[in-house]
């Protein structure tokens, strides 16, 4: 499977430091902007900042280039034809445009769900390449990123197994009972628990809304 | 299954965010938050919470032909059929230019935040007029500012496939492009540097009349309407 070139220099586009983030984020602000007025050189120059970390993405989610293609060339031409639906004042623009990718993942996987996925426990399904961070070593170094790590380390190992692989590879609460080998009920506890707890954590840290 | 309930409702919009929702309840939920603002708040605020997560995965770079691909959509759909009225006239604009309040806010976080803050008594402006010498755009940056507002006195009327495209003017080069500009509201373009600098070389700037989507050669194709010195008020 191939996953295509590794983004050597990513575009700081990503950058963790706080002073870079608000003027990423202002950046990107003003291209969504500019792509409401259908300036398409606008448009390119937010693909170029943001097409290789929304691409990373969709390819956890769905394991499949030419899938990880198709959503992420579906979501571009939904941005650029409802880029002035974005209120800045409701959401930051990297969480706009990732919950717009990450929606459309999830609509393929439910596409898909009429076939049987299975995840090999060896392998873990990430098949990206060998020395890949796994969907809990992500799940910590974005609380990491995010100043939340205590949040992240305060839940219970089966809550943040639970959460990281829902999150990062968009396993369903079937899913991740096979995958974890726990009962139903057991799995959607986890799942419900980790989430009001990452909410108070987030709130109480002052990062949530 | 109820909704009204604001902690069933929150607790779904959390599922619903990290993807467990699935199958028809997740359709049904997704066609709700379009009507419910209630819900639509919730989704909001999970996206906030979980979304950051995401940048701790690695990116990719997507194959050139993803972006060639997209390109050849939306240049098929602007040749394709014409929406019925102007574009100017779509309420997702309007609401996307609410941008400008919030982008005003992040500028106040940044002056706070940064040891040296604008002098907000040293700007630049440029007032563009037509062949009559009326005034018709006003652009303002400050000096050490990096965005430059421009806005029209009162609407301008276009056609629904024409664009605005706003030119700096540099003394000896060709027309650099800075971007497009709303008929109608306030638009802020991103300068390559503090405007001191930036504009250091450019006596004027303009407005040339192009098709939608913006000049395809990179350089003015239209007729050019407006056009302003720059003044230094300072």
Redesign the interface.
């Known amino acids: 499977m191939s996953?295509?070139?590794?983004?050597a220099d990513?575009p700081d586009a990503?950058a963790?430091d706080p002073?870079k983030q608000?003027?990423r984020?202002?950046?990107l602000?003003?291209l969504?902007?500019?792509t409401?007025?259908?300036?398409?050189?606008?448009?390119?120059e937010l693909?170029r900042l943001t097409?290789?970390?929304l691409?990373?993405?969709a390819?956890?989610i769905l394991r499949e280039?030419a899938a990880?293609?198709e959503v992420?060339?579906e979501s571009?031409?939904s941005v650029?034809?409802?880029?002035?639906?974005?209120?800045?004042?409701?959401?930051?623009p990297?969480?706009?445009l990732?919950?717009i990718v990450?929606?459309r993942c999830?609509d393929q996987l439910?596409r898909r769900?009429v076939d049987t996925i299975t995840i090999d426990d060896e392998d873990d399904g990430m098949t990206m390449r060998d020395d890949?961070?796994t969907p809990l070593e992500?799940?910590v170094?974005?609380?990491?990123?995010?100043a939340v790590r205590n949040c992240v380390e305060s839940l219970d190992a089966g809550q943040k197994q639970a959460?990281a692989l829902?999150?990062?590879r968009?396993?369903?609460?079937s899913e991740?009972a096979t995958h974890l080998r726990q009962p139903l009920g057991t799995v959607k506890s986890w799942?419900?628990r980790g989430?009001e707890r990452?909410?108070a954590c987030?709130e109480a840290a002052g990062?949530?809304? | 299954m109820n909704y009204g309930n604001p902690e069933r409702a929150d607790?779904l919009a959390?599922?619903y965010?990290?993807?467990?929702l699935?199958?028809r309840a997740?359709t049904r939920f997704?066609r709700l938050v379009r009507s419910e603002r209630g819900l639509a708040d919730a989704v909001?605020?999970w996206?906030?919470?979980?979304?950051?997560?995401?940048?701790?995965?690695?990116?990719?770079?997507?194959?050139p032909?993803?972006?060639q691909?997209?390109l050849a959509?939306?240049q098929g759909?602007?040749a394709g059929a014409q929406p019925s009225g102007s574009?100017w006239a779509?309420?997702?604009?309007?609401?996307?230019?609410?941008?400008?309040?919030?982008?005003t806010a992040?500028?106040l976080?940044?002056v706070v935040?940064?040891p040296i803050a604008e002098r907000p008594d040293q700007t630049l402006v440029a007032v563009l007029a037509g062949q009559d010498a009326k005034p018709v755009l006003i652009a303002s940056v400050d000096r050490t500012g990096r965005?430059l507002r421009i806005k029209p006195v009162s609407p301008l009327n276009i056609a629904a496939d024409r664009?605005l495209e706003l030119w700096a003017l540099p003394q000896g080069g060709n027309p650099r492009?800075l971007?497009?500009?709303?008929p109608s509201g306030v638009?802020?373009?991103?300068l390559q540097g503090p405007a001191d600098t930036a504009l250091a070389q450019v006596p004027s700037l303009a407005v040339s009349l192009e098709p939608?989507?913006?000049s395809p050669t990179g350089l003015p194709t239209g007729p050019v309407l407006y056009s302003g010195p720059i003044q230094r008020l300072f």
């Open positions: 996953f295509g070139k590794r983004t990513a990503m963790r002073a608000l003027e984020n202002a950046r602000m003003e969504l902007a500019r409401a007025l259908a300036d398409q050189r606008a448009f390119a693909y097409s290789a970390h691409y990373g993405v390819l956890r280039s990880a293609e992420l060339q571009f031409v650029w034809n409802h880029a002035g639906s974005y209120v800045a004042a409701k959401s930051q990297f969480t706009w990732t919950s990450r929606n999830l439910r769900e890949a961070p992500l799940l170094s974005g609380a990491e990123a995010l959460l829902a999150f990062y968009g396993l369903s609460h991740l799942v419900r989430l990452v909410k987030l990062a949530g809304r | 607790a959390a599922q965010v990290l993807g467990t699935r199958g997740r997704a909001l605020a996206e906030e919470r979980l979304m950051p997560f995401a940048q701790s995965v690695a990116p990719v770079e997507p194959p032909r993803v972006w691909q997209i959509r939306i759909a602007r574009i779509d309420l997702r604009l309007w609401r996307g230019l609410t941008l400008a309040g919030f982008a992040l500028a976080a940044v935040l940064s965005t664009a492009s971007g497009l500009i709303s638009v802020q373009i991103a939608r989507g913006g």
